[in-house]
């Protein structure tokens, strides 16, 4: 597997053409595949990163506050990030993490944070994948933003207690259930100010229940960090 992995790191890296489109370039991809992601403006609701008329808060999140505080995301979830994000997660192109840590680097506008945590996977999934896809951006992003703070990376201080199905397979009603106690604390985090790293957001579940879990073990802030935001319909 790491072999495997190795290999296609190498290809991505020195290949000298594009990963989306093979035409030629000089970084991961060339200028016209970068143009093109769908990069994500200022007219979004601070807290839950949805479209939202002049960046006000959104009525939603003003009658029904989620648990996190804010929402930092960098791309909208559709062609081609949605290519970019599946390919780390499901076929180990690791060589992304860096593209996309820094795309979620840019975005983030203040550092107010002490720790970042990825978003865990279970002890099964981390076996079977090889690797925690949240993890591996979110150190790129820490790489870019560290020499100038103290957050720390923190991937110890949230754990996943069991395998839910995958959120993507299931109706966005059931997102919520599926994930209600899945994560835990194993130690209380008095006023700390964490930063939940993530690669896709969608019906936002995943994220409620991580802040909500980091809040109970005392957490006084939770802000999501995220690569791609999906755009509901009905929203
Ligand atoms: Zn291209
Ligand atoms: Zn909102």
């Known amino acids: 597997m790491l072999a495997r992995v190795g290999r296609r ?27 093109d992601l769908p990069r994500l ?11 939202s008329p002049a960046g006000a808060v959104c009525g939603r999140c003003l009658t029904q506050p989620p648990a996190y505080d804010a929402t ?27 593209f996309l840590g820094d795309l979620v680097a840019k ?8 720790y970042v945590v990825p978003v865990p996977l279970s002890p099964q999934r981390l076996r079977s994948r090889g690797y925690n896809q949240a ?5 790129e992003v820490l790489r870019r933003i560290a020499p100038a703070t103290a957050v720390r990376l923190a991937p110890e201080l949230c754990g996943r207690n069991r395998d839910t199905a ?3 397979d299931l109706p966005l009603a059931e997102r919520a259930r599926n ?7 194993p130690r209380l985090l008095a006023g700390a100010r964490v930063a ?40």
Not at 41 to 51: F, I, K, Q, S, T
Not at 135 to 139: G, Q, S, T
Not at 179 to 185: D, L, N, S, T, Y
């Open 9 to 35: 790191i190498g290809s991505v890296l020195f290949s000298g053409s594009c990963f989306l489109c093979r035409g030629k370039a000089e970084a991961l991809l060339c200028r016209a595949c970068d143009a």
């Open 41 to 51: 403006g200022p007219e979004l609701c601070p807290r839950c990163a949805l479209a």
């Open 72 to 98: 930092t995301a960098a791309l909208a979830y559709r062609f081609p990030a949605d290519a970019l994000v599946q390919a780390l997660k499901f076929r180990g192109e690791l060589a992304l993490a860096p």
């Open 107 to 114: 975005c983030i506008s203040s550092i107010d944070v002490d």
């Open 135 to 139: 993890l591996e951006i979110a150190r």
């Open 166 to 168: 995958a959120q993507m």
């Open 179 to 185: 994930v209600r106690g899945a994560f835990h604390c």
């Open 196 to 235: 939940v790293l993530d690669d896709v957001m969608t019906t936002g579940a995943t994220l409620e229940e991580m802040a909500a879990t980091l809040k109970r073990a005392g957490a006084a802030r939770v802000v999501n960090w995220v690569v791609a935001r999906t755009f509901p319909s009905h929203v």
